[in-house]
């Protein structure tokens, strides 16, 4: 099983970019997928999450300017990220939660992509 994270890069405030994750090896269709984040020195954070049925979940700080997308067919999970701050900047990591429901915790995921930098200058 591999989740494959693409789409980071830097931009400037204001900005926008669009992740993506493809998972391949076997179907999350029925899985809570998330993305996370994690900047230098501090602990891995939730993002943002989708359950199977397609409720979301976002953390407060990125209410209203992200948002996450599934395609079940592709298997794939999407986060676009609008307006982004320098705050923003972190390692962004997809992440499969076999389980319906939206968990915030790291420790209740299965499997991580390999991460993909996100860097917001100011």
């Known amino acids: 099983v591999q989740l494959q994270a693409s789409g980071g890069g830097l931009v400037q405030a204001g900005g926008s970019l669009r992740l993506s994750c493809a998972a391949s090896g076997r179907s999350f269709r029925m899985y809570t997928m998330s993305w996370f984040r994690q900047a230098p020195g501090k602990e891995r954070e939730f993002v943002a999450g989708i359950s199977r049925t397609g409720r979301t979940s976002y953390v407060d700080s990125v209410k209203g300017r992200f948002t996450i997308s599934r395609d079940n067919a592709k298997n794939s999970v999407y986060l676009q990220m609008n307006s982004l701050k320098p705050e923003d900047t972190a390692v962004y990591y997809c992440?499969?939660?076999?389980?319906?429901?939206?968990?915030?915790?790291?420790?209740?995921?299965?499997?991580w992509g390999q991460g993909t930098q996100v860097t917001v200058s100011s």
């Open positions: 992440a499969v939660d076999m389980s319906s429901e939206i968990r915030v915790g790291p420790p209740f995921y299965d499997y």
